[in-house]
């Protein structure tokens, strides 16, 4: 298959794209206006139109840029999280959909999107067919993943993926929390007793290479092991793995002063994240069990 990517400099993207060429699928990026590309990338402003011809060579479509959202919040920050998703996307799936009404190519198109549509929701459990939550990070993903219905309507498979916390020694938020942990000054936050859904990087990459190989899969997929833990768990497990102490808890207002609305709906949510409707659909995962993961991670 010839497969196109928004995204692939990023930590997903980089996995993503070695893993399709590892399984003999030709990978090309879309990158933005100006960047360097090599021959067979696509270039493209996402919030201005793409030609459907300059995507009509391609099978599949895997959508992952996007402003990063750890940072914090101003209004500014805000607008261009959601515009760099929102738009984006919207652009892509418009083009998608012309380019296949005439050619029926691509047939799919895996969109990124994350857990934070289901808001924070305590000990509930949460399957793709839950409803959506409440918060900036839920209405944007809401937003995201409506952006692509112009490729949907048209009969393009659409996939979202509702990623978790993905875990990778090399980058992402676990990368960002080994140096205070390494140092024994980490804890838990705030209680400690919110539910962090999360997947390994390579399970992450494996789920995308998944829906772009399986024609039956379509609309969201939560790419989350069935084994979240809370914050305190995991708090405990990674202090365990490293032979540090994890006895300097940040209380949540604390995390409230320096973050923001950032810090209650990335650190301090609670959302206890099952993967259904992957795991019925045949993904099997590698690393189940957290403790395993980061041994092999950090070692």
């Known amino acids: 298959m010839k497969v196109l990517i928004s995204g692939a400099s990023g930590l997903i993207g980089r996995e993503v794209s070695q893993l399709l060429k590892e399984r003999g699928h030709q990978v090309n990026s879309l990158a933005r206006d100006g960047a360097k590309s090599a021959s067979g990338d696509v270039s493209w402003h996402p919030s201005q139109p793409l030609a459907p011809r300059l995507i009509g060579g391609f099978d599949a479509i895997i959508h992952l840029a996007g402003r990063p959202v750890a940072t914090i919040w101003t209004e500014k920050a805000k607008d261009e999280i959601r515009r760099s998703r929102v738009e984006g996307t919207a652009t892509l799936a418009t083009a998608v959909a012309e ?101 390994g990087l390579r399970d992450a990459a494996r789920a995308f290479l998944f829906a772009v190989e399986t024609n039956r899969v379509h609309g969201a997929l939560n790419l989350s092991t069935p084994t979240p833990v809370t914050n305190a768990e995991f708090t405990r497990t990674l202090g365990r793995v490293l032979h540090r102490p994890t006895l300097i808890p940040i209380p949540a207002f604390g995390l409230r002063m320096i973050a923001g609305d950032m810090a209650e709906e990335m650190f301090l949510a609670s959302q206890k994240v099952l993967p259904k409707r992957l795991t019925e659909a045949g993904f099997r995962f590698e690393d189940l069990e957290l403790e395993p993961l980061l041994r092999k991670l950090l070692s």
């Open 99 to 199: 380019s296949y009404l005439a050619t029926g190519r691509p047939g799919a198109l895996i969109c990124s999107s994350a857990i934070g549509y289901y808001g924070s929701r305590g000990d509930e459990e949460l399957v793709e067919e839950s409803e959506p939550g409440f918060g900036f990070l839920a209405e944007v993903c809401r937003d995201w993943e409506a952006a692509a219905t112009p490729a949907a309507v048209s009969g393009v498979r659409v996939v979202h993926m509702r990623t978790s916390l993905v875990l990778s020694a090399d980058g992402g938020a676990l990368a960002k929390m080994l140096p205070a942990f390494r140092l024994g000054v980490a804890g838990r936050l705030g209680s400690g007793h919110q539910w962090w859904s999360w997947i």
